[in-house]
């Protein structure tokens, strides 16, 4: 089983810059891909919805909200993806979420492919 663990989180002033990290990994598991990896965010009282995602193939798509302003980036080799959040607003406040879609690893050896897992959510909190 995969499993997502998420850091980086915290409070920051309004202008302010963030580095949140996603790592995926299992115990006696070897990842091979991880097709697309994303991440979204969930103020109090709203839906979830997506701030940043990137393919294997470096394909990215961001929210109108956060183009500019926010990157997000992985690292194959530690199936990792990082979001930096930079010039940072009081409406950038949730909880963010990691989502790793269309995983193949091995589990104990045995090949499998799993899609849509999450991660925990790390909390972000941007006072004015």
């Known amino acids: 089983q995969v499993q997502l663990v998420e850091s980086g989180g915290g409070l920051v002033q309004a202008g302010g810059s963030l580095k949140l990290s996603c790592a995926a990994s299992?115990?006696?598991?070897?990842?091979?891909?991880?097709?697309?990896m994303s991440w979204y965010s969930q103020a109090p009282g709203k839906q979830r919805e997506l701030v940043a995602s990137?393919?294997?193939?470096?394909?990215?798509n961001y929210a109108d909200s956060v183009k500019g302003r926010f990157t997000i980036s992985r690292d194959n080799t530690k199936n990792t993806v990082y979001l930096q959040m930079n010039s940072l607003k009081p409406e950038d406040t949730a909880v963010y979420y990691c989502?790793?879609?269309?995983?193949?690893?091995?589990?104990?050896?045995?090949?499998?492919?799993?899609?849509?897992?999450w991660g925990q959510g790390t909390q972000v909190t941007v006072s004015s």
């Open positions: 989502n790793a879609d269309d995983i193949a690893y091995y589990d104990r050896g045995t090949y499998k492919r799993d899609y849509n897992y």
């Open positions: 990137l393919s294997n193939s470096g394909r990215t």
């Open positions: 299992g115990r006696l598991v070897k990842i091979v891909t991880i097709n697309n």
